[in-house]
């Protein structure tokens, strides 16, 4: 197994910070270097921060909350093995009128986790920090985005996550050492729950083409998807897929049948010539992997 390693950059600088957690859940987050200080701060009295040892004073509660944050446009997102996934998010960031959202050291952004709470999580992955226009004197638009990156995950982490708004501002403070009793921090946790998932592909071809009418069509495929472990696809096993066919001239496609996979993902089974039409395979998808449809395959029966 990948064993994960913790290094957060603080604004730019190569400062290491290393966080005692079990061999089996060892994490390495994602912060964008941009808002790495504001999430060691904001972080700083669950034990994720190295400013919990190293920096003096506790923050204060700000006057600041998220709401009507979106994730992905409502969607689940699917990860693959190589690219790098860019989740848009945005909020609504309401604050007292004394939190000056448009200084140079305030900071706004969205964590993704997996885990119990934002300040109990095993993996995280912040945004970068967001682009907010006021609305009024109190509320703010925000968005931002958050970089996935497959070589960062393992399968175990396919599944439920959730999202919390946070908020820093560092009054002046030196982000790489503050006094943390001048910082000022809000969390809204959680804001949504949502699935990353490991990307899914699925094939099919059906022959012969041509075939006669009532003759055999043996109609092959496979199913597969996304392993984080060594960044390749396998075939993904015991699946129930259904076969499809849509005749010439619809948009529709009907259920023939159902199958499984077998042991490597592959698919096959046979039905009778009857129309000219196109087969594809449809699977629903599980919690950890997306559903994914199969291009059509035509046969022309004659």
């Known amino acids: ?77 699917a990860v693959g093995t190589t690219n790098l996934v860019k989740v848009p998010v945005s909020f609504k960031l ?31 992955f912040d945004s970068n920090d967001a682009s907010c226009t006021d609305s009024s004197a109190t509320v703010a638009n925000c968005k931002a985005t958050v970089e996935i990156d497959p070589f960062a995950l393992l399968n175990e982490d396919a599944g439920s996550w959730k999202a919390a708004g946070f908020a820093v501002a560092f009054n002046g403070e030196d982000p790489e050492n503050p006094n943390l009793d001048n910082v000022g921090v809000a969390v809204t946790d959680p804001t949504n729950s949502l699935k990353i998932q490991r990307y899914s592909k699925l094939t099919v071809n059906a022959s012969p083409e041509p075939v006669t009418k009532g ?8 199913l597969s998807r996304a392993n984080w472990d060594d960044n390749k696809y396998h075939g993904y096993t015991n699946q129930s897929v259904k076969l499809q066919f849509r005749k010439k001239g619809s948009d529709t496609y009907t259920t023939v049948k159902t199958i499984k996979s077998n042991s490597t993902g592959e698919l096959k089974t046979t039905v009778k010539a009857a129309t000219d039409g196109y087969f594809r395979y449809s699977f629903a998808g599980t919690t950890t992997t997306p559903a994914v449809n199969a291009a059509g395959d035509f046969v022309d029966v004659r």
Not at 96 to 122: C, M, P, Q
Not at 215 to 222: A, P, Y
């Open 215 to 222: 003759k055999t069509i043996t109609v092959t495929g496979k």
């Open 1 to 77: 197994m990948r064993i994960r390693a913790t290094v957060a950059a603080v604004t730019g600088a190569l400062a290491l910070s290393v966080f005692a957690v079990p061999a089996a859940q060892a994490a390495e987050p994602k912060v964008p270097a941009d808002i790495a200080a504001a999430s060691e701060a904001v972080h700083s009295d669950s034990g994720r921060s190295a400013f919990a040892a190293a920096a003096d004073g506790t923050p204060y509660a700000m006057n600041a909350t998220f709401s009507s944050v979106k994730i992905n446009n409502g969607k689940n997102i």
């Open 94 to 124: 309401t604050h007292g009128t004394d939190v000056k959202i448009h200084a140079a050291d305030f900071f706004a952004g969205v964590e993704l986790y997996r885990g119990a709470s934002f300040d109990d999580s095993v993996f995280f």
